[in-house]
């Protein structure tokens, strides 16, 4: 832990000398906010059982730190927590977890060359059937995941002939198991080379566009995963609203799987498009990968694009659909979309954002939606749907979402099924409430079946007390039914917070 730890200070202490040894023009503007979180928390079933309920007082300090650091060639920012907790899981013992999210962005040669990173550690469940993410309740079901990114890319800009990007990636995922038990999660090293090329200005009437996309994450305890797709398209306007397209491509993908989602080979694809306005685009293929787009944005406020698709070539073949719609007016935001990837666990901790850079306790708060840590490759299905109202005083917002997970070797189906509100009302001027509800279903067919139902309800006040002190406190029930009996549990919990920034 204290590796993980040095390791990660060693690497930003490196980008700050880099960002800060400039002319005095380039310095960078930083600004640096300690802060400290000191929690009492009282929950009536601390172990998440209905066979051995235990009530246990536990109390959690977080020093940190928040380290924001921008100049006209770079940005930097870090947040870290070291979560000390006393009594966790009624165990009278004391716990150390450490938790930290950076990213930083440099520029080597302005408009040219570039370098993005980040990092990250976070402690994640080793299984979705337990949603408890704060390290207070509950098992030893959990790991500390660290992750690494280490990113250069190059613009290069051929005159008017062609602007490109690219890019080489190195990531790092590592797993350590707490409590000693065994990683369910491999240590991963991946490297990923992509180059993208789009026709310049001197292209008018006939213009063209080339990709290359390879990855390989070589797992330490598994099979290694690649996905490697190249394609290339050639387009001629024909007027000002129809262009016609030739694209052909080629897909070398290698994963340990029983199932036929993804066949390598050589794909093509002729079609045309119809744009008569900004408003309307209609784009279609044929070929062994064969689509339809529509893309509507009737007025401003509204935008709709859709894609259906069947490829016999790449990953996903077969039927699929993507659709993303958002629409919004001076009070209400809109959200619906539908979409399917094949991942691994590891590229989707690479993604998280396991601390914000506003509410760093926002942490011990959430639901990642994050698969049981596996090194299977699987196939995801998501859908969602999201609204928010905004007025003087109050925001209130609701989501729904459905996500279906079909894993590549094992054969396991995982359908997450899920609804959640929440209002948050500023009653007094300096005081505000924010009330919680959600339901959320996990069922899995497969090796493992299984059916849970989670119902979480919480209710807070929140009292700005002095200009850098909160105060806070919260009550929350959870309840979860399941075709497994030890799995079956209700909890109440109450949470007395306070919160300092210097």
Request: glycine share 6%; with cysteine.
């Amino acid at each position: 832990m204290i590796y993980q730890v040095t390791r990660s200070i060693i690497f930003c202490a490196s980008i700050v000398y880099i960002a800060t040894y400039q002319a005095p023009a380039f310095a960078l503007d930083w600004t640096l906010r300690p802060n400290i979180n000191l929690r009492e928390i009282y929950s009536d079933n601390i172990t998440l059982s209905n066979i051995n309920e235990k009530s246990a007082l536990v109390t959690e300090i977080n020093p940190g730190i928040s380290i924001n650091g921008s100049s006209p060639i770079s940005t930097f920012d870090l947040n870290y927590n070291l979560q000390a907790l006393y009594n966790a899981r009624g165990e009278s013992g004391t716990d150390f977890n450490n938790q930290l999210q950076m990213n930083t962005n440099y520029t080597f040669l302005q408009n040219r060359l570039f370098m993005d990173s980040s990092s990250s550690i976070s402690q994640q469940n080793n299984s979705n059937r337990q949603i408890a993410g704060d390290n207070i309740s509950g098992s030893d079901n959990s790991s500390t995941i660290s992750t690494f990114m280490l990113s250069p890319y190059w613009t290069p800009h051929f005159k008017n002939f062609a602007d490109g990007e690219f890019r080489l990636t190195y990531n790092r995922v590592s797993s350590e198991q707490d409590g000693g038990g065994e990683n369910t999660l491999s240590d991963s090293n991946s490297f990923a080379q992509n180059i993208n090329l789009n026709s310049g200005q001197y292209f008018s009437l006939f213009s063209w566009s080339f990709s290359f996309n390879n990855s390989e994450q070589n797992n330490q305890d598994s099979e290694s995963v690649s996905f490697q797709n190249s394609q290339l398209e050639l387009r001629y306007a024909i007027g000002r609203k129809f262009s016609i397209f030739a694209r052909g491509g080629h897909s070398s993908n290698s994963f340990s799987s029983d199932s036929d989602s993804n066949n390598n080979g050589i794909s093509y694809t002729f079609g045309g498009q119809w744009e008569p306005s900004q408003r309307l685009r209609v784009e279609a293929g044929y070929g062994n990968n064969r689509f339809v787009t529509v893309e509507i944005s009737p007025f401003r406020r509204l935008h709709w694009i859709t894609t259906y698709s069947n490829n016999d070539i790449g990953l996903n073949t077969g039927s699929r659909w993507d659709s993303q719609l958002n629409y919004n007016t001076r009070r209400t935001d809109w959200a619906i979309s539908y979409s399917v990837d094949t991942v691994t666990t590891q590229q989707l901790l690479l993604e998280q954002q396991v601390l914000g850079t506003t509410d760093t306790s926002a942490l011990f708060d959430r639901n990642t939606g994050l698969p049981t840590l596996t090194d299977e490759v699987f196939v995801t299905k998501t859908f969602d749907i999201s609204f928010s109202f905004q007025s003087g005083k109050s925001n209130i917002s609701t989501n729904a979402y459905k996500t279906f997970r079909t894993y590549e070797l094992s054969g396991n189906d995982e359908d997450v099924t899920g609804v959640s509100a929440s209002w948050n009302w500023d009653f007094l001027r300096r005081t505000s409430s924010n009330l919680q509800i959600g339901w959320q279903k996990t069922e899995s067919d497969g090796i493992d079946t299984f059916s849970d139902k989670r119902f979480d309800f919480s209710a807070s006040v929140t009292r700005n007390i002095l200009s850098r002190l909160n105060g806070s406190i919260e009550y929350r029930f959870v309840d979860q039914s399941s075709s497994d009996d030890f799995n079956e549990y209700s909890e109440n919990r109450i949470t007395a917070n306070l919160s300092l920034t210097y």
